[in-house]
């Protein structure tokens, strides 16, 4: 099982497995049927005050990053993350952004914490 993350600008691919968007707006210039999008958990996406800080500059990456995962210990967020953990157990899942840099994004905080509880669930 295998989680990745990419652009919701790239085509979809057969291996994709559950296609997950993971930005709180829906990105411009995509149609919802062509994105082959499965679920879009909202509430797991950064608070706007979080990606307005982050996106103006104002901190490193790695601010942004435990400032995220602080937001994600609120109960809707855990939830919501409980339940993404639930589907990367049970097959592939493809986390979509429109970042430009996904690498640097919420989308790869998500990809992180799904691959350490697969990890902490193997040991």
Not at 48 to 72: D, I, V
């Amino acid at each position: 099982m295998t989680v990745r993350v990419h652009r919701v600008y790239d085509p979809p691919a057969p291996d994709d497995g559950v296609r997950v968007l993971v930005d709180r707006l829906w990105p411009r210039g995509v149609a919802k049927d062509a994105s082959q999008v499965d679920a879009w958990p909202k509430g797991l996406t950064p608070s706007t005050e979080l990606r307005r800080w982050y996106h103006a500059g104002e901190g490193p990456y790695e601010e942004f990053a435990a400032r995220y995962e602080a937001e994600l210990a609120a109960p809707e967020a855990a939830e919501l993350l409980d339940q993404l953990r639930e589907l990367a157990r049970r097959g592939d899942v493809t986390l979509l952004t429109a970042s430009k840099s996904p690498g640097r994004s919420h989308a790869s905080v998500l990809r992180r914490l799904l691959d350490e509880a697969r990890g902490a669930r193997g040991a």
